[in-house]
Every structure is written in structure tokens, then in C-alpha cells.
């Protein structure tokens, strides 16, 4: 099973429209986590989208259809940056996924719009996977 997902910091910090696609083949949770570690305990992170797809090869070609996609708007500068899209909302990343995924006719399970917190996924989606 492998993840692909959105991810926005608080608001407060300029989290709505700077948005980090990523994905995972392990445990979302196990992910979010990392997310977490900075926060501490004054902002929960969370994904504010999921979805997934049975295939890793097939979550990978979407994560890099996304990133050429919007390279216009990514960071890019030092590590750790390169891969967050500025100026672009997490809606913005979903509809272009789908839109790829409908021309390609190829079938993600969409989980919907987050917050999707450790507690949400281990509750809705432990015996999906």
C-alpha cells in the first residue's frame, strides 16, 4: 500500500496556500509524525488530504507528475525545500491529481479532505489497509 498526501503547517504560519505533497509506503501515521516533531505540542500536524493506491510505482509516477507539474511554484532553495509548492493550496494538488489520474484511468482510493491526525486514520482507515 503506498500513501500520497498533502500536507500545510499551521496557519499562522503561512500554511494555506505553501503546501507539501509527499508520500509514503510505510505508515502514514509514522509520517506524520516527523511532521509533528517540529510543531511540538502548541499545533497538531496533519495531512489535508489522502489518498492511496495499491501500486508504489504508480503513487511515485503521481508524485512526480504533481512536482513537474507545479515547478514553477516550488521553493527550491536548501534541503528540505525543494518539494514544497508555495502559492498553492492543497485543493489546488488534489484536483490536479485526480485530473491526471482520470486521464490515465487510474484508480486511487480518494479518502477526502484532512484533517487527517493519527487518531482519524488509525479509527477509519486501519481496516482498509
Known amino acids: 500500500m503506498a500513501w500520497y498526501y498533502t500536507f500545510n503547517p499551521p ?68 534541503a528540505g525545500m525543494t518539494e514544497w509548492v508555495v502559492e498553492t493550496t492543497w485543493q489546488e494538488i488534489r484536483d490536479y491529481v485526480l485530473l491526471i489520474c482520470k486521464d490515465t484511468n487510474i484508480e486511487i482510493v480518494d479518502c477526502g479532505p484532512g484533517p487527517w491526525n493519527p487518531v482519524r486514520i488509525e479509527k477509519e482507515l486501519s481496516n482498509d489497509n
Open 11 to 78: 496557519k499562522e504560519i503561512g500554511g494555506e496556500f505553501n503546501t507539501k505533497p509527499g508520500i509514503t509506503d510505510s505508515s502514514p501515521i509514522g509520517r506524520l509524525g516527523k511532521y509533528q516533531l517540529p510543531f511540538g505540542p502548541c499545533w497538531e500536524a496533519h495531512y489535508t488530504w489522502l489518498c492511496y493506491h495499491p501500486d508504489i510505482a504508480v503513487i511515485k509516477w503521481i508524485e512526480q507528475s504533481v512536482l513537474g507539474h507545479f515547478r514553477s511554484r516550488a521553493y527550491g532553495i536548501g
